[in-house]
């Protein structure tokens, strides 16, 4: 295959993900029990009026879909309307404007929330998935090297109870024995009313926060990790070539690092883009046990307030980036992988 | 090895590439992504550092926008940048705050403010009457704004005749005036006048005229507020507090013990007997300051009043009889209920009135006493009995006393109190199918469609007894703010009585009498009245208010008074 | 005219002295066994409305209750054999949805291929980079918090994996011998799924029902914590959730948190340990791969077995 029609077709797949994406993303909200106009403000003050004004406020009052009032099929409305004049079709408008709708909660823009949280989920998973691969790989690494040995097995229990792990638990954990016996903050990012004389000094803070998120985020993940490089280097050693090399006389770490490993690398990097969607779920406990203002936290808000926009906006913002993140994956592998070129 | 380090720096940055791209932009982005860029400073920082006090709370403000707000922890901020006519006082009074006097006309209708002087907003503007009038009239006119027309209903005009005297004149003469005007806190004019959209704005620069100014908004982080040391009223002794919002009550809790914090506002009861045991905190517990409601919901619509249009009416038909109803409230333990839910921190409640609205509480009532014995005399004799033994009582035309018992899965406590409920009440052969609902789905069912038996709720109010009151007259079935259903023409009668009585003692005999109609008539079982804990470290700050009575996220007392220790 | 799977007694012999395996099996055999026999084993019964005072709450390991007492002032040990149950149920009836479906997806686009095959793997892949968790608290969120509902999100959002796997071994399968010989006699297609391709590919769907059963428990753990399972049935992660929010660590109640966590990672453990077990003596060649990692992952790993031949050439430079 060709690289250019290889690159195509991947990125077209992409765009289409992304479309059913967003249909889905729509169509699922529109299935609400109850008035979205209610959500979570249940407050037997709010008068009919202000419930209506509400509703055109965020646009409820618009129907649904040509031929459909609502999504109760029982609600049939106008098919000869305009298009463009229905809630679909306005939502999918203003995505491509960028906007992601009004948080019923804050009654902010629900797009300048969640780039505010971007950032500080970035930072964290980043942070905890670039420890969790090199000591993942480095333990995988050192289990396959010393394999059925009483190291591999150690590492591999270590791997397997950590992967095992409920990471809310383990972070409730860690939390209690960090501030009780290390001293390190209990959640959020910066220390309030702290005044920093340089960014530095805010850095450090910053990063004295990271540490116990960062921490239950790594144990979590690096077991994934140890485990995928561990038996991708079993494999890739029992290959012949491997044993011609032995035979020659090259020591194992020399056939390591310059054989096994780079083979090892190909599956890791697809793993590596495949579980941003997986390290979502991570996000999601850690930042609520942390109190970290990230797009997991969020998410959990959220949910709590049954603030539909943002959790709508949230979860098209992850499905995007994971999509984005495989792509990136896909074109990624097609430079390292001759057989694209080949066939 | 050295270029597969390569391949996975790539990757990541294609990643972060990749997430920014996806991620739209909007062209009023607050720009708040680079805030690795900036550095906090104060000016001339004394030798000590400033004295800030750090208060942790489970929330965090919706908005800073006082007309659109729902939570208590922006109306805590409010409370603290804004001022407004009244302030409300742990014991129920209401002071002057921005008046120095008010004159009130013969027939109660015009009330003639004075205002204080030297008031000024943070941003060095005088505070006027006509900034008074502007608010109120924006108040009364901004249909976006959810819950504040309720309060300027009674609006006829509010002008400014001179920059210290403010003219309120009302449509008819009510009794309570000082709660309508307690939340409608001040704005600067020349801010709001300019702005576009009221409802939409974000007011994040937050200008007030109140104890303290907003310095730095993070929403679901932290509020940081510096004090306002000459403050024409009460400045501060410290020069600045912090909210830092945690997401896990353990956390909070947590927090506090490590001393990361001063203050917590809120904490599960579970927490207060450990931390009473530790020396350097003080835990206070008392009755909210604005009632907080719990109540056992029964749908008791009649056919007659179901609502036209929006009625479903599914209730079980046992609850109309009023002998049941009665015998679930013989059947209920509310003591064991608040030992076990809310460890004791809470008292047995009688009606929609709690015992912290002081006077217009009616104490002389006699509530229906916990006698299993006495519930199963009432069905027995109201002929509810278990004719096919299968352990559940049935109507006279044999329809199962099986109750549908539905609270929102938000709720921490519901879940523990149904299955107090359905043990207590398996005992007079009553049976519940319990389901936790999402509030969405429960105000669906809840009314005004009435398409449930009964529902676990809670919902807060102001301290005015006037809504409270309103939640149980026929008028406000169909717009879905009465839960039960609950009609009586007396009940009505009264309920339009108390809202002109202007004399104080002839308008409490009257919301007296309608508690004495509501608790005989049973429409809610009232669980308990629950109480606010808090706790603060002692080793920092002292002066802790902690003999209030009352306790409220809301009130700001203690920030006003406390004091470095080491000062 | 069957194919004959691996005799089940050679399958024991292999499987008997694979060391992990065995523990994995050990681990979920005794979680089952509580789950069946909760009402013999349970000092009380968690469901029945005891009488509790306020002394009872978060009340310490005591020779009445073992484990402790939890917010409500219920035996935790009791709570904990019961949760069980519903964990069990949970994971079990969840991967079962999930495997049905995959197995269904992964056999037709296997075995059918053309239009069909890549219809349907296109959909696979669509689903496979959707983020699993927020969907699935969207879901659950947006409906009632019921068990049968968390039950059949996890299980309608978890079968990508199984689907992917199934297909490649379909594709294999296919190409035998005797599936040949059995289409040249004219043996209609779902005769041949039914008598042939399944019976080959049953052993992978019951290793990968497995694995899928340890991510069905976590997630229903997550759920819970987040405040979206039904409060109703006690399920370990139900337990944490009581415990997070009624303040369980600030009282010291470390006893309402360490039991059912450890039942969540005994559990997931369990079936880890015991898939990779399966797998190992199913496919030796695998040796120890795609164990007990996310189901996508173990998807994605057999896809790439595929062709290792092009895989191995990139060693050469």
């Given at each position: 295959m060709k690289r250019s029609r290889y690159i195509a077709q991947k990125v077209g797949w992409a765009l289409l993900t992304i479309l059913f994406v967003i249909t889905l993303n729509f169509f699922l909200f529109r299935v609400l029990p109850g008035d979205p106009a209610r959500a979570g403000v249940r407050d037997p003050r709010l008068t009919r009026e202000a419930v209506e004004a509400i509703r055109v406020r965020f646009g409820l009052d618009k129907p649904v879909i040509n031929c459909f009032q609502s999504l109760n099929p029982m609600e049939t409305g106008d098919c000869f309307i305009n298009p463009l004049d229905t809630q679909f079709f306005i939502y999918v408008g203003n995505l491509l404007q960028g906007e992601l709708g009004i948080s019923y909660h804050t009654n902010r823009p629900v797009a300048d929330m969640l780039m505010e949280m971007l950032w500080n989920t970035l930072l964290l998973i980043g942070l905890g998935q670039i420890l969790a691969i090199v000591l993942g790989m480095s333990l995988g690494v050192l289990a396959a090297w010393k394999a059925r040995t009483a190291v591999d097995h150690g590492a591999l229990l270590f791997s397997l109870t950590a992967w095992s792990l409920p990471t809310f638990w383990l972070g409730i954990i860690l939390l209690f024995i960090g501030s009780s016996y290390w001293g390190l903050p209990i959640g959020g990012r910066l220390t309030p009313g702290t005044v920093y004389n340089t960014s530095i000094e805010r850095w450090l803070d910053i990063g004295n926060h990271l540490i116990l998120p960062t921490l239950t985020y790594t144990i979590v993940f690096l077991g994934e990790y140890m485990l995928i490089m561990r038996s991708t280097l079993l494999d890739v050693l029992s290959e012949d070539y491997i044993l011609t090399a032995k035979a020659k006389g090259i020591s194992t770490f020399q056939i390591l690092k310059d054989h096994a490993l780079r083979n090892a690398m190909l599956p890791m990097v697809t793993i590596i883009a495949l579980n941003l969607g997986f390290t979502v779920t991570g996000a999601i406990q850690i930042e609520t046990v942390f109190s970290w203002p990230g797009l997991g936290g969020a998410i959990f808000t959220a949910v709590n307030r049954r603030d539909y926009p943002m959790l709508q906006g949230a979860f098209l913002l992850i499905a995007i980036s994971v999509i984005f993140a495989n792509l990136a994956a896909d074109l990624f592998y097609s430079y390292l992988d001759p057989r694209v070129e080949d066939s | 090895m050295k270029r597969h380090y390569l391949i996975l720096c790539a990757l990541l940055l294609l990643l972060l590439a990749a997430c920014g791209g996806s991620q739209p932009t909007t062209p009023a982005d607050s720009g708040d992504t680079g805030s690795s860029s900036q550095t906090v400073t104060t000016p001339a920082a004394e030798a000590a550092g400033p004295v800030i006090v750090r208060v942790g709370w489970g929330g965090s403000p919706d908005t800073l926008n006082p007309g659109t707000a729902v939570l208590a922890e922006a109306y805590t901020i409010f409370e603290l940048v804004y001022d407004s006519m009244y302030q409300l006082q742990?014991?129920?009074?209401?002071?002057?705050?921005?008046?120095?006097?008010?004159?009130?006309?013969?027939?109660?209708?015009?009330?003639?403010?004075?205002?204080?002087?030297?008031?000024?907003?943070?941003?060095?503007?005088?505070?006027?009457?006509?900034?008074?009038?502007?608010?109120?009239?924006?108040?009364?006119?901004?249909?976006?704004?959810?819950?504040?027309?309720?309060?300027?209903?009674?609006?006829?005009?509010?002008?400014?005749?001179?920059?210290?005297?403010?003219?309120?004149?009302?449509?008819?003469?009510?009794?309570?005036?000082?709660?309508?005007?307690?939340?409608?806190?001040?704005?600067?004019?020349?801010?709001?006048?300019?702005?576009?959209?009221?409802?939409?704005?974000?007011?994040?620069?937050?200008?007030?005229?109140?104890?303290?100014?907003?310095?730095?908004?993070?929403?679901?982080?932290?509020?940081?507020?510096?004090?306002?040391?000459?403050?024409?009223?009460?400045?501060?002794?410290?020069?600045?507090?912090?909210?830092?919002?945690?997401?896990?009550?353990?956390?909070?809790?947590?927090?506090?013990?490590?001393?990361?914090?001063?203050?917590?506002?809120?904490?599960?009861?579970?927490?207060?007997?450990?931390?009473?045991?530790?020396?350097?905190?003080?835990?206070?517990?008392?009755?909210?300051?604005?009632?907080?409601?719990?109540?056992?919901?029964?749908?008791?619509?009649?056919?007659?009043?179901?609502?036209?249009?929006?009625?479903?009416?599914?209730?079980?038909?046992?609850?109309?009889?009023?002998?049941?109803?009665?015998?679930?409230?013989?059947?209920?333990?509310?003591?064991?209920?608040?030992?076990?839910?809310?460890?004791?921190?809470?008292?047995?409640?009688?009606?929609?009135?709690?015992?912290?609205?002081?006077?217009?509480?009616?104490?002389?009532?006699?509530?229906?006493?916990?006698?299993?014995?006495?519930?199963?005399?009432?069905?027995?004799?109201?002929?509810?009995?278990?004719?096919?033994?299968?352990?559940?009582?049935?109507?006279?035309?044999?329809?199962?006393?099986?109750?549908?018992?539905?609270?929102?899965?938000?709720?921490?406590?519901?879940?523990?109190?149904?299955?107090?409920?359905?043990?207590?009440?398996?005992?007079?052969?009553?049976?519940?199918?319990?389901?936790?609902?999402?509030?969405?789905t429960l105000t669906s069912i809840c009314c005004p469609a009435f398409d449930f038996d009964i529902i676990l709720w809670g919902w807060g109010s102001d301290p005015d007894p006037s809504f409270l009151l309103s939640v149980m007259t026929t008028d406000e079935i169909t717009t879905g703010t009465n839960e039960t259903g609950y009609s009586n023409p007396e009940y009505d009668e009264l309920f339009v009585q108390q809202a002109t009585t202007l004399d104080d003692a002839q308008r409490i005999a009257i919301i007296h009498r309608m508690q004495e109609i509501a608790h005989h008539d049973i429409p809610y079982i009232i669980p308990y009245y629950a109480q606010e804990v808090q706790a603060f470290r002692l080793d920092r700050f002292r002066g802790w208010l902690t003999d209030a009575g009352k306790v409220a996220l809301e009130d700001p007392s203690s920030l006003l008074v406390i004091e470095p220790v080491n000062r | 005219m069957s194919p004959s799977p691996p005799p089940i007694r050679s399958f024991w012999r292999t499987f008997r002295r694979n060391r992990m395996g065995m523990v994995g099996a050990v681990m979920l055999i005794l979680a089952v066994l509580i789950a069946v026999f909760a009402p013999a084993l349970a000092p009380y019964n968690p469901y029945q409305p005891t009488r509790v005072t306020i002394d009872d709450i978060y009340a310490p390991p005591s020779p009445a209750h073992p484990f402790g007492t939890d917010d409500a002032g219920k035996d935790v040990l009791s709570s904990f054999i019961y949760g069980a149950r519903v964990s069990l149920i949970v994971g079990f009836f969840a991967s079962f949805i999930s495997v049905v479906i995959g197995g269904v997806i992964g056999i037709s686009a296997g075995f059918y291929g053309g239009k069909l095959e890549n219809g349907l793997m296109r959909f696979t892949d669509i689903m496979l980079v959707i983020p699993d968790f927020p969907l699935i608290v969207l879901l659950v969120a947006l409906t009632k918090p019921s068990l049968l509902n968390i039950i059949v999100v996890i299980g309608l959002l978890g079968w990508t994996s199984s689907a992917r796997l199934v297909r490649s071994q379909t594709l294999s399968v296919k190409q035998r011998k005797f599936v040949l010989r059995a289409r040249a006699i004219g043996a209609g297609n779902f005769h041949i799924i039914r008598r042939h391709i399944f019976p080959l590919v049953l052993p992978l769907i019951v290793v990968n029902t497995v694995l899928v059963i340890s991510l069905a428990v976590l997630n229903e753990s997550a759920l819970s914590f987040l405040g979206l399972s039904d409060p109703t049935k006690i399920s370990w992660g139900q337990m944490l959730n009581f415990a997070f929010t009624r303040g369980a660590m600030s009282a010291g109640a470390w006893w309402a948190l360490v039991a059912p966590g450890l039942g969540i990672v005994w559990l997931v453990l369990g079936c880890t340990l015991l898939g990779q077990g399966l797998e190992q003596v199913l496919n030796p060649r695998l040796e120890t791969h795609h164990l007990s990692v996310g189901s996508k992952m173990v998807a994605r790993m057999m896809g790439m077995k595929e062709k290792p031949s092009e895989v191995k050439a990139v060693s050469g430079d």
């Open positions: - | 742990p014991d129920g009074s209401y002071t002057l705050e921005l008046a120095e006097s008010v004159d009130v006309s013969a027939d109660g209708t015009v009330y003639t403010y004075t205002l204080r002087d030297g008031i000024t907003f943070h941003d060095g503007e005088r505070l006027t009457a006509s900034d008074v009038a502007f608010s109120y009239n924006l108040y009364a006119s901004q249909e976006d704004f959810p819950f504040l027309p309720i309060y300027t209903s009674y609006f006829d005009s509010v002008e400014a005749p001179d920059d210290k005297t403010v003219v309120l004149t009302l449509t008819e003469a009510i009794p309570n005036i000082e709660s309508q005007l307690i939340y409608l806190y001040v704005l600067p004019e020349h801010i709001w006048a300019d702005v576009p959209d009221a409802a939409e704005f974000e007011n994040t620069a937050m200008i007030g005229s109140g104890p303290f100014k907003m310095k730095e908004y993070r929403q679901n982080e932290f509020v940081s507020l510096d004090a306002v040391k000459d403050h024409y009223l009460k400045g501060p002794q410290i020069d600045g507090a912090v909210f830092q919002t945690f997401d896990n009550p353990d956390a909070l809790v947590q927090a506090l013990k490590t001393g990361q914090v001063d203050m917590i506002t809120e904490m599960p009861n579970t927490a207060v007997a450990a931390l009473r045991n530790d020396a350097n905190v003080q835990v206070v517990s008392g009755p909210p300051l604005s009632p907080s409601v719990t109540d056992i919901i029964f749908n008791v619509v009649t056919p007659e009043n179901c609502p036209p249009d929006d009625g479903i009416c599914t209730g079980h038909p046992a609850l109309q009889d009023r002998n049941v109803r009665l015998a679930l409230a013989h059947a209920t333990d509310k003591q064991n209920i608040i030992d076990v839910v809310l460890l004791g921190l809470g008292a047995p409640g009688l009606t929609l009135i709690p015992d912290s609205l002081g006077d217009f509480y009616n104490d002389q009532i006699q509530d229906y006493e916990f006698d299993i014995a006495l519930a199963n005399q009432i069905l027995d004799d109201a002929g509810y009995v278990d004719s096919n033994n299968d352990g559940v009582r049935e109507t006279p035309d044999g329809r199962d006393l099986i109750f549908r018992l539905n609270w929102p899965s938000d709720s921490v406590d519901s879940p523990r109190m149904a299955e107090l409920l359905a043990g207590n009440w398996g005992q007079i052969g009553v049976r519940t199918e319990q389901q936790s609902l999402d509030p969405d | -």
